[in-house]
């Protein structure tokens, strides 16, 4: 089970900001969120992570809900290299449980 | 620079063999672990490894087996008895040695397995 939800694909205008929403109505009190992205032939890439206050670093923004049950990833200018797969995991303290993400086109 | 290392990229197999992949790290990490991705899905656990010594099977563990004699080093073989070898397979690292979810785990660029 991916324990998360997200939309299949979504397109960005480049330069405006990007929201990628996650559903994890299920996660326990001590799971992080996490989230990755995969470029095509890659492996994933490691963007940011959290447990219930919103976190903010050079890649991204992420923002969670105040029950914990939802959370959104901000990439505030998108550019032509974010096209990617993005995951939104929960971790439960052994493994990543990965679904199959958003695939996010930046659009010229 | 610090990393994680999987070889080769590509790799062909002829059914009935076993093979083995390569993954080295440099991140003095003490958890690694292999995952297996196949076309248009996300990533599945087959085996980690929190010490030397010491690994734990993952949801698909069957028809793989793996090592950890040192720190950096975990090489995964697929053996004849997995019966779809064909995917994309992803080692990864990680900081903790212990069970923690504030851990993230770094991936490496992966090696493709195809059956001849």
């Known amino acids: 089970d991916a324990k998360t939800t997200q939309p299949t694909s979504m397109d960005c205008a480049e330069g405006r900001a990007a929201n990628l929403p996650c559903n994890h109505s299920t996660i326990s009190g001590n799971e992080y969120v996490y989230w990755y992205r995969q470029i095509h032939s890659q492996g994933p890439q490691y963007i940011i992570h959290g447990l219930k206050n919103n976190e903010t670093n050079e890649m991204a923004s992420l923002i969670i809900t105040e029950d914990r049950k939802s959370s959104t990833l901000i990439l505030p200018h998108a550019t032509l290299r974010d096209t990617a797969v993005y995951y939104c995991i929960v971790f439960t303290g052994n493994q990543f449980y990965f679904g199959t993400g958003t695939s996010l086109t930046v659009i010229p | 620079d610090g990393g994680i290392t999987q070889s080769p990229k590509y790799l062909f197999r002829k059914e009935g063999q076993n093979v083995t992949l390569s993954c080295e790290q440099n991140l003095n990490h003490d958890a690694m672990y292999w995952y297996r991705q196949d076309p248009g899905q996300g990533l599945r656990l087959i085996y980690y490894?929190?010490?030397?010594?010491?690994?734990q099977k993952g949801d698909i563990a069957e028809g793989y087996s793996v090592s950890r004699e040192k720190k950096e080093s975990f090489p995964l073989t697929v053996t004849s008895a997995q019966k779809n070898p064909t995917a994309f397979y992803l080692c990864?690292?990680?900081?903790?040695?212990?069970?923690?979810?504030?851990?993230?785990?770094?991936f490496g660029d992966g090696t493709r397995l195809s059956i001849l």
């Open positions: 990864a690292s990680s900081t903790s040695d212990r069970v923690s979810s504030n851990q993230p785990q770094h």
């Open positions: 490894s929190q010490i030397v010594n010491d690994f």
